[in-house]
RNA sequence: GGGCGAAUAGCUCAGCUGGUUCAGAGCGCCUGCCUUACACGCAGGAUGUCGGGGGUUCGAAUCCCUCUUCGCCCACCA
């Protein structure tokens, strides 16, 4: 046979990439329209272009991948639709770095040559990403990769925008929005992150008009100051009585600005007296426009001091020269100094507060007053929300399920117009003539009214915009394609919280408003990747690890094991960046376990077996009675924990089964059975097998794949990842057994997982730990008795004589212990009462057995006195169910006889 | 300022709807084994007042309250 060329050490890189492309060949991970089956679908959240594969990947991938092989092998027409997103703003981030990097700017390109060298970019980085997943073992669809850029998908955010516009949803909205001075570009209300910041509070006096005296205003930001036009005071606040209706001067420049009432000022803060700046604060604006203040613009759009109105009415001449071209924060500096030197600086206090950052580059956001194009979102989350009262969808864990909808509840309208170059160009026009707007599906060339020459508004849409429409987008929409038609709406969606308002609630909009229909009815939402110090594992802090590092070092499979095992549903993976090895050494070694099982299987069977369900009842062991019990019990227990998501539970069922049981037990077991060619034997094992690698196929498909096609009967090419998911054995069960949920931990086949572990198992570790505490040597044969108990595991015992044998050294010989000097016991009773003594005269180490017997006496005396007080308790035996009762009895009666006997071997070993 | 989550063995974490899988797993540690599938292994073992304090209950790691410490999200106190 040639399995016994394998070598003992399975090498994953030898052979990942080849089983990579054997399923590639196959087309399994193909979805075809006209299947008959049911689909699922998934589309994956699109990794940036310029995105190289990190953890966070790996372990978002990862889980998507082994929810997709799961479905598809429950029979499901599977769809993993990959793709990438163009990824507006980062992406042009990078690029202008790089022409940076040779001195010039996207201004010096100009437009069309920066857009192109963009493009001629992401042709070179874009797809990179994707090929890296095959390398985890992704069985994503690649016949139909998409790209949020692409013309078919701008197509479809083309026809999105100008339906907006056309049902009155999308508005020019004149306001302040967040701006980074950095990107050149507005942002929306989620793209401005909050960071806590310690700063100043700057208390600044500001004289009045009139000369009667002055008021104090609270600042973080003084330099604002210059595009001050009132300051306000609560109408109620006795302190402000006297100055409301009266005019102040500004400090530096001398303008005058009005003391007006407004109900907005919170007392308890600072001084009561605020300054309003209404091009430059969001708050300030909504004063300003209550008021009907000016709002002039005092910086630049690079966040440098300076007269602006470029986009806005401003108001004449706010900045003085010498400030004027001054960086913001260092114009705060000098302005201070300005203020003290006029004796108007009253105080600077510490002060902490939360500052907008960039999410792209990490500026501190500039408030300004603009234009933009806004998305009205209330008539979009409505129905949103009323999607999910309905249930039609839901979020795993369900605790996310508040966060969405509060969200919701509280949605601001969605500022989608970016001053960037890379993306979706708006597709507004004007015509320069009769200044007639209007969005168009095809570029115009004149004006529809009056057939004047037209300009299209400069801006690209937030990148956001693109991949909110991504469900159906990239399934042919606007057109109604036989794939939109077959995988719309799709099922799961799979992705970290970090992006639930950025994208998963905006594809619930855009999926009702557009296509009648939530895009999925679960959302997966897993953690997020972290080192040991809890840091989330990123480029800048250089705590990563390089998922194709993993995969180099330990394969795919361990990676994948560590995704998926290491965490549970929702909370952080934390991975050890300093130790690869503590990290990804079980994921490894899992894996050769199951290749060294797959070894000596493949070595132990003929080219055909029988079929298990075939085999008499009567020609089974007890062994072989358990160990399928337990193939059926893993089956339906790790097929509920795949689909309830529990993915985690699932891997480690499967692993228990294959190792603990299959492995450790049967196997070994089965050995000198095996070396007879035992057909039953041989036909168990391929079998429970067979069941193990697909249980674990979707979590570690490599080496499941890499066996399973080498065992008896699959020599044909047949492709473990296009195979059946194990359903319960008909054959092996007792009906009914297996969907009965009160006999869903119990075991199957007559009681064959009691016998065997309460008896069998339970009396071989018991004796095995007898030899290690007493020293005994391994070539030395032991006799036990069994006494106390019923004629059940005298009988069992009897007939696993030599399995005992084999396993615990030991022999059963009954009366063997009647007048025995030195006795040990096993440390458990065996459920029925029954003793098992281990006689041991002249093999004792006396020392250690004294030790272990009164360590033992001291553990049992202790659980026995608490359980009688427990059974001595009216209110225990009258509030108690009869069956806990029942056993808290037994275990009174086993319990006795077990510190029975451990007070004989106390005797025996004349233990002090 | 609101909301959420976490706190269990040295480390990373399981323990679902309160009572034999209730104190667990993996890694690490100790002891003995190269028992021809596997030393990335096998067998045995040590280690925890289940964050503190209250409460509910016959019974709490599990439910309630509270405190402490971490983390996350949201928020227009300048």
Request: overall charge neutral; glycine content about 8%; proline content about 6%.
């Amino acid at each position: 046979m040639p399995e016994f060329s394998l070598p003992p050490q399975y090498d994953a890189s030898s052979v990942e990439s080849a089983l990579y492309q054997r399923w590639l060949e196959a087309g399994v991970f193909t979805a075809h329209v006209d299947s008959p089956k049911k689909p699922y679908v998934i589309v994956i959240p699109p990794p940036n272009v310029t995105a190289v594969l990190h953890m966070g990947h790996g372990l978002n991938d990862t889980l998507q991948d082994a929810i997709i092989r799961f479905e598809r092998m429950r029979g499901r027409e599977t769809l993993w639709l990959p793709g990438t997103d163009h990824a507006g703003i980062a992406t042009q981030n990078v690029v202008e770095k790089l022409v940076a990097a040779e001195g010039k700017t996207r201004f010096d390109l100009g437009r069309e040559a920066f857009v192109q060298r963009v493009a001629d970019f992401v042709s070179q980085t874009g797809a990179v990403i994707l090929d890296q997943l095959k390398t985890i073992g992704c069985s994503c669809d690649w016949s139909r990769t998409r790209y949020t850029l692409s013309p078919e998908l701008s197509r479809a955010v083309r026809e999105v925008f100008v339906r907006l516009w056309e049902e009155g949803l999308i508005y020019r909205g004149h306001r302040v929005i967040h701006w980074c001075p950095r990107c050149l570009t507005a942002l929306s209300d989620e793209e401005a992150e909050f960071h806590e910041t310690s700063g100043n509070l700057y208390y600044i006096h500001y004289p009045l008009a009139d000369g009667s005296g002055q008021v104090t205003v609270a600042t973080t930001r003084p330099e604002t100051l210059l595009g001050d036009t009132a300051i306000i005071v609560h109408p109620k606040d006795p302190r402000g009585a006297r100055y409301i209706g009266k005019r102040a001067l500004l400090p530096l420049t001398g303008v005058e600005i009005p003391i007006l009432a407004d109900e907005s000022v919170d007392q308890e803060f600072g001084t009561g007296f605020v300054k309003v700046t209404p091009a430059h604060d969001a708050n300030d604006f909504e004063v300003g426009v209550r008021h009907h203040l000016e709002m002039p613009l005092v910086m630049t759009e690079d966040g440098k001091m300076g007269d602006s109105g470029k986009r806005e009415a401003g108001s004449g001449k706010r900045v003085p020269p010498e400030l004027e071209g001054l960086d913001r924060f260092e114009a705060r500096k000098k302005i201070v100094k300005m203020l003290e030197a006029q004796g108007l600086l009253a105080k600077v206090e510490s002060h902490q507060h939360a500052v907008r950052r960039c999410y792209r580059c990490d500026s501190i956001v500039e408030p300004r007053l603009s234009d933009q194009w806004f998305v009205k979102m209330k008539p979009l989350a409505e129905p949103a929300l009323e999607a999910f009262r309905k249930g039609e969808v839901r979020f795993v864990p369900e605790r996310w399920e508040t966060t969405y909808v509060q969200w919701l509840e509280g949605i601001r309208d969605w500022n989608i117009s970016r001053q960037l170059w890379w993306g979706h160009r708006i597709p507004v026009f004007t015509c320069t003539k009769c200044k007639h707007q209007w969005a168009d599906r095809v570029d115009p060339t004149r004006c529809p009214k009056c057939g004047g020459p037209v300009t299209q508004d400069p801006d690209v849409l937030d990148t956001w915009f693109s991949s909110c429409l991504w469900p159906f987008s990239t399934l042919g929409w606007p057109d109604q394609t036989p794939d939109l038609e077959h995988f719309y709406p799709g099922h799961t969606l799979v992705t970290a919280p970090e992006i639930l308002f950025f994208w998963v609630a905006r594809m619930i909009m855009s999926g009702i408003h557009v296509m009648k229909k939530v895009p999925f009815h679960t959302v997966y939402l897993h953690g997020t990747v972290r080192d040991t110090k809890h840091r989330k594992m990123s480029k800048s802090l250089g705590n990563g690890i390089d998922p194709l590092d993993v995969v180099r070092l330990y394969g795919a499979d361990a990676l994948r094991w560590t995704a998926i095992a290491g965490v549970s549903i929702g909370s952080d993976l934390i991975l050890d960046n300093e130790d690869l090895e503590a990290t990804f050494a079980p994921g490894r070694g899992f894996a050769n376990k199951i290749w060294n099982i797959g070894r000596f299987i493949l070595s132990q069977l003929p080219d055909q077996v029988i079929p298990v369900e075939t085999l008499p009842r009567s020609s089974l062991t007890v062994e072989d009675r358990w160990i399928l019990s337990r193939s059926q019990t893993s089956i339906t227990s790790v097929t509920e924990k795949m689909a309830a998501f529990r993915l985690d539970e699932a891997a480690k069922d499967a692993y228990e089964f294959v190792w603990g049981d299959l492995a450790d037990w049967y196997i070994e077991a089965s050995k000198p059975r095996l070396a007879r060619n035992d057909a039953t034997a041989q036909s168990i094992l391929a079998y429970c097998f067979d069941i193990a690698l697909r249980l674990l196929h979707p979590i570690v498909p490599f080496i499941t794949e890499e066996l399973w096609g080498k065992l008896p009967g699959r020599r044909n090419g047949e492709l473990l990842a296009a195979a059946e998911w194990p359903a319960p054995n008909q054959g092996l069960i007792d009906s009914g057994a297996i969907d009965d949920p009160a006999v869903r931990r119990r075991p199957v086949d007559s009681g064959a997982w009691d016998d065997f572990a309460r008896f069998v198992q339970r009396v071989i570790i018991g004796i095995r730990a007898i030899r290690a505490t007493y020293q005994v040597p391994s070539n030395e044969v032991l006799k036990f008795d069994v006494v106390d108990g019923s004629k059940l595991p005298i009988q069992l015992l009897t007939n696993s004589r030599d399995l005992v044998r084999r396993l615990a050294g030991a022999e059963l010989e009954l009366g063997c212990s009647r007048g025995a000097k030195n006795i040990a016991g096993i440390g458990q009773t065996l459920g029925d009462g029954s003793l098992v003594k281990v006689p041991l005269e002249g093999k004792i180490d006396l020392d250690a057995g004294c030790k272990r017997v009164l360590k033992d006496m001291d553990r049992l005396e202790k659980q026995l006195a608490a359980l009688s007080a427990r059974l001595a308790n009216q209110q225990f035996m009258s509030n108690a169910p009869p069956e806990v009762i029942d056993r808290e009895r037994v275990k009174e009666t086993t319990w006795t006889a077990q510190l029975g006997l451990l007070r004989q071997q106390r005797a025996t070993l004349g233990c002090a």
